[in-house]
């Protein structure tokens, strides 16, 4: 019969729930990633075939889905419906940018097969929480002292570019080895600093970048422990931003350790391959970097953590190190390239995080999605040799464009790919959706992410 007791009992007290983890930095597709769970899994519920791997999932058993009430929750709700609208408008739009953290909850209602099919179906609630991956970089500062931190920021910022950098290091080489606790001086070099940080984000494609606050705040206004920036100088400066810094920690623990975000049973890190691999060696370097340290942040498992000296004290969150169960590393808007080359996306991804399944006792898994996909798949003869592109209308633009932005490298790409550039991804329109998303969002890969993630559940 293969039902557990688990199954004939789950549901009649009231809904499982399951926590799901979004993360990812800015721009990775969170909340295209949200708006296609929501739409799709909505559209599934009519009965529409928007999650094909769901569907073979479910075996025939009917499936229900509605949008949870919001009830007296603390964290803001996911608007779903608004970025639906935003893709079902005429033209199409991407959703607006979001801010931090927000929660999109889903009451599933599963039917059963065989003898239990007269019992009531199970109820399942799914979370999806939308958690800013900066956020998560911050957990790298957890474990330095200002003095290490500043160093390490300064060596970086020196390897930057200095049309980006120079501005910020000039006036930190220009401040006396010890200078007053100026606030003037505080406010003048903490501004300086977070514009750099935005600066290296969004003209040099770096990632790495710290503190995760500083480009991604936390809702509500802000603290005066947030006005510090990295210098090695001493003095009453140097003491008021040391506090400024600890406090900042503190601040990080907190929200790590706060029950606000719950438990997360399962996860989801999303990240922008495709832009990195464009944006050049240095970029792609730096990605890798972040997603390592946030992976490092993920270390779910304190079996697994306790083996590895120096990071066994490492203040985790509890909500990460608890219960996660399973992990999926996502390379995003996987419809810039043709169905051929996501295979090397996914292995990409895979090589970028290095968990091995077995070390990291969840499984893992790696993969290419296309949240909301763009574009369909054609061969292009190119100097008359076909290759498999990509075409798509992008934004403000009514004719078809052809697309093909090169060989996706399935390993970490070495000197022979950064000497062919990976040419600029196209900024393409969302598709026109019938019914205004009521039926669903194009989607590639979102439906064998999630019968993976909820396989044990369905
Ligand atoms: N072609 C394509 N572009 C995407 C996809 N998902 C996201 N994007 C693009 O990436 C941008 C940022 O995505 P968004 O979900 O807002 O990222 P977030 O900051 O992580 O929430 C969007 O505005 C789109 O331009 C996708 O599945 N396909
Ligand atoms: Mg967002």
Redesign the pocket.
Same mark, same amino acid.
């Given at each position: 019969m293969g039902a557990t007791l688990w199954e004939a009992t789950a549901g009649l007290l009231g809904p499982a729930t399951l926590r799901i983890g979004v993360t990812?930095? @800015?721009? @990775?597709?969170? $909340?295209?990633?949200l708006?296609?769970v929501a739409a799709n899994l909505l559209g599934l519920g009519a009965g529409l075939p928007t999650l094909p791997a769901l569907t073979l999932r479910l075996a025939g058993r009917t499936l229900r889905v509605g949008v949870a009430p919001a009830g007296a929750g603390p964290v803001p709700r996911f608007d779903h419906a608004g970025h639906l609208a935003c893709l079902g408008a005429d033209p199409p739009r991407?959703?607006e %940018? $979001?801010g931090a953290v927000s929660l999109l909850a889903l009451d599933l209602e599963i039917g059963r097969a065989g003898l239990l099919a007269a019992l009531p179906p199970r109820r399942l609630r799914l979370e999806f929480l &939308?958690y800013p991956g900066e956020w998560l970089l911050d957990l790298a500062l957890l474990g330095d002292a200002f003095s290490v931190w500043s160093r390490a920021a300064l060596r970086r910022l020196e390897r930057a570019p200095t049309a980006q950098a120079g501005e910020f290091l000039g006036f930190v080489q220009g401040l006396p080895v010890r200078a007053p606790a100026d606030e003037a001086l505080a406010a003048a070099g903490h501004r300086l600093y977070r514009a750099t940080l935005q600066r290296l984000r969004d003209s040099a494609g770096l990632r790495f970048l710290q503190p995760g606050r500083f480009l991604m705040p936390a809702p509500g206004p802000e603290p005066p422990w947030m006005g510090f920036f990295p210098t090695a100088t001493s003095g009453g400066l140097g003491e008021l931003l040391t506090a400024r810094y600890d406090a900042y920690r503190d601040a990080v623990r907190r929200d790590m350790a706060d029950p606000l975000f719950g438990r997360v049973d399962r996860l989801v890190v =999303?990240v &922008?391959l495709l832009s990195a691999l464009h944006e050049g060696a240095a970029a792609y370097a730096d990605t890798a970097a972040a997603l390592a340290a946030a992976a490092a942040g993920l270390r779910w498992q304190r079996s697994w953590l306790d083996a590895v000296p120096l990071l066994r004290d490492l203040p985790l969150p509890f909500w990460l190190t608890a219960g996660v169960r399973r992990v999926a590393f996502a390379a995003?808007? @996987? &419809?810039?390239v043709a169905e051929r080359q996501r295979g090397n996306l996914a292995a990409l991804a895979r090589s970028l995080t290095r968990l091995p399944d077995e070390a990291a006792g969840a499984p893992v898994q790696a993969c290419a999605?296309?949240?909301? %996909?763009?574009?369909e798949d054609f061969v292009w003869t190119l100097e008359g040799r076909p290759v498999s592109a990509v075409r798509?209308r992008v934004l403000g633009d009514t004719r078809m464009t052809r697309s093909y932005p090169g060989e996706v490298p399935d390993r970490p790409p070495d000197a022979t790919f950064w000497a062919h550039p990976f040419l600029a991804?196209p900024?393409?329109e969302?598709m026109r959706l019938p019914g205004a998303g009521s039926g669903g969002v194009p989607? =590639?890969g979102l439906d064998t992410l999630l019968a993976w993630l909820l396989d044990d559940m369905l």
């Amino acid at each position: 019969m293969g039902a557990t007791l688990w199954e004939a009992t789950a549901g009649l007290l009231g809904p499982a729930t399951l926590r799901i983890g979004v993360t990812g930095l @800015a721009r @990775a597709g969170k $909340t295209a990633f949200l708006t296609s769970v929501a739409a799709n899994l909505l559209g599934l519920g009519a009965g529409l075939p928007t999650l094909p791997a769901l569907t073979l999932r479910l075996a025939g058993r009917t499936l229900r889905v509605g949008v949870a009430p919001a009830g007296a929750g603390p964290v803001p709700r996911f608007d779903h419906a608004g970025h639906l609208a935003c893709l079902g408008a005429d033209p199409p739009r991407w959703p607006e %940018r $979001t801010g931090a953290v927000s929660l999109l909850a889903l009451d599933l209602e599963i039917g059963r097969a065989g003898l239990l099919a007269a019992l009531p179906p199970r109820r399942l609630r799914l979370e999806f929480l &939308d958690y800013p991956g900066e956020w998560l970089l911050d957990l790298a500062l957890l474990g330095d002292a200002f003095s290490v931190w500043s160093r390490a920021a300064l060596r970086r910022l020196e390897r930057a570019p200095t049309a980006q950098a120079g501005e910020f290091l000039g006036f930190v080489q220009g401040l006396p080895v010890r200078a007053p606790a100026d606030e003037a001086l505080a406010a003048a070099g903490h501004r300086l600093y977070r514009a750099t940080l935005q600066r290296l984000r969004d003209s040099a494609g770096l990632r790495f970048l710290q503190p995760g606050r500083f480009l991604m705040p936390a809702p509500g206004p802000e603290p005066p422990w947030m006005g510090f920036f990295p210098t090695a100088t001493s003095g009453g400066l140097g003491e008021l931003l040391t506090a400024r810094y600890d406090a900042y920690r503190d601040a990080v623990r907190r929200d790590m350790a706060d029950p606000l975000f719950g438990r997360v049973d399962r996860l989801v890190v =999303l990240v &922008d391959l495709l832009s990195a691999l464009h944006e050049g060696a240095a970029a792609y370097a730096d990605t890798a970097a972040a997603l390592a340290a946030a992976a490092a942040g993920l270390r779910w498992q304190r079996s697994w953590l306790d083996a590895v000296p120096l990071l066994r004290d490492l203040p985790l969150p509890f909500w990460l190190t608890a219960g996660v169960r399973r992990v999926a590393f996502a390379a995003t808007k @996987a &419809d810039h390239v043709a169905e051929r080359q996501r295979g090397n996306l996914a292995a990409l991804a895979r090589s970028l995080t290095r968990l091995p399944d077995e070390a990291a006792g969840a499984p893992v898994q790696a993969c290419a999605v296309a949240a909301i %996909r763009c574009t369909e798949d054609f061969v292009w003869t190119l100097e008359g040799r076909p290759v498999s592109a990509v075409r798509g209308r992008v934004l403000g633009d009514t004719r078809m464009t052809r697309s093909y932005p090169g060989e996706v490298p399935d390993r970490p790409p070495d000197a022979t790919f950064w000497a062919h550039p990976f040419l600029a991804l196209p900024e393409f329109e969302p598709m026109r959706l019938p019914g205004a998303g009521s039926g669903g969002v194009p989607q =590639l890969g979102l439906d064998t992410l999630l019968a993976w993630l909820l396989d044990d559940m369905l």
